[in-house]
């Protein structure tokens, strides 16, 4: 049997936390991790699970053992490969922990395709066709993704995310300076995918361009992102999850904290019943990804101005499901100069994608 030594790098303890078991998930990028406790298998915790906690609020300092999952599916040390295999695509596993009769992890088994490299044809549309207005004067003469953050411009560094993944059927939503960004990727073909423009005759909001994609595209989900996002989010794996989901769209969020600088004093009957010293308020933002299905193209109008949350507000009312899809991994919007000079001292003292 051939035993995986990477799984080693996803072993933990039962005292870490949450927030470290986060930063392992990242690192090993093999979307799970294993909770041990001298060698004994006592529980694992997956991508799914960190984003469940998120969205149920739980404080990402608190240990790990109270997420994780204890009814883990696994194979005997006895049994072969093969029935791992077959224990994995019925239960729809890209990984199976391999165990002994005194449930000491020994093993573990990954699928066959976890180290292949696939190809999605589902488009891809990256909007860069914003002013750029809070990054003046960067942005007087270069439009916002043209901007360098580190090496290279931040509108790359986001192709080539999205083209690790295996996407390569790209659209960029152009507008401001958009010669520049036509001059610099051209037909994409340096980069080996294929680039198509889509040009705003005036402003259209931040889902406008949607109505003026070629309606030939791949009866598949389409990906968006905004042209000033990086992140290291798993494309791949958002997909498959909106797929799984089955809505009519999903949205990336990200949780935001908001520090309220006072003591804040709770009252009833002109009595003060309780006291919070400077009290954090958790909120969920829209991180500005998504996925959604081709039927979203029939709704809106070639030349129709409008933005990407009021479009999605607009599929709820009409009782559309619209999911979520918390976010923990590395996310930076670069809207404000202090963000800007931030990120690109961090890419410029080492920092990458590829870590």
């Not at 309606?215 to 042209?227: A, S, T």
Request: aromatic fraction near 10%.
């Amino acid at each position: 049997k051939m035993i995986n030594k990477i799984f080693h790098k996803a072993v933990l303890n039962k005292e870490k936390t949450i927030q470290e078991v986060i930063k392992n998930l990242s690192v090993t990028n093999l979307q799970i991790c294993f909770i041990c406790e001298k060698q004994k298998l006592l529980g694992t915790v997956t991508d799914g699970d960190i984003r469940r906690a998120i969205l149920k609020k739980i404080n990402l300092d608190q240990p790990i053992k109270k997420i994780m999952n204890t009814d883990y599916v696994f194979v005997d040390s006895t049994l072969s490969i093969h029935k791992a295999r077959k224990l994995m695509k019925l239960y729809k596993l890209n990984q199976i922990p391999v165990i002994n009769k005194k449930k000491i992890l020994i093993n573990v088994f990954f699928s066959e395709t976890i180290d292949t490299s696939p190809s999605y044809e589902n488009p891809v549309i990256i909007m860069a066709g914003g002013f750029g207005k809070r990054l003046h004067p960067l942005t007087e003469d270069t439009p916002k993704p043209m901007l360098n953050i580190g090496s290279q411009p931040i509108l790359e560094t986001i192709i080539k995310r999205f083209i690790k993944s295996g996407f390569h059927n790209f659209y960029i939503s152009t507008y401001y300076k958009a010669e520049m960004i036509r001059d610099y990727f051209g037909d994409g073909s340096s980069l080996g995918v294929r680039i198509e423009y889509v040009n705003e005759k005036k402003p259209l909001g931040t889902a406008g361009s949607i109505g003026l994609l070629p309606k030939n595209l791949p009866n598949l989900p389409i990906l968006m992102m905004n042209g000033d996002v990086l992140t290291k989010v798993d494309f791949e794996h958002l997909l498959k999850t909106h797929v799984d989901q089955k809505g009519m769209a999903t949205m990336c969020i990200r949780e935001y904290d908001i520090q309220i600088p006072f003591g804040v004093v709770s009252i009833a009957n002109q009595q003060a019943i309780n006291f919070l010293e400077k009290p954090v308020k958790k909120f969920f933002v829209n991180a500005g990804i998504y996925v959604f299905e081709p039927e979203m193209l029939r709704k809106v109008k070639a030349g129709e101005n409008i933005d990407m949350p009021d479009l999605l507000d607009k599929q709820i009312k009409e009782g559309q499901r619209v999911n979520v899809f918390p976010i923990h991994e590395y996310w930076k919007d670069i809207g404000h100069i202090n963000e800007f000079q931030s990120v690109n001292e961090s890419f410029n003292n080492g920092f990458s994608f590829d870590d």
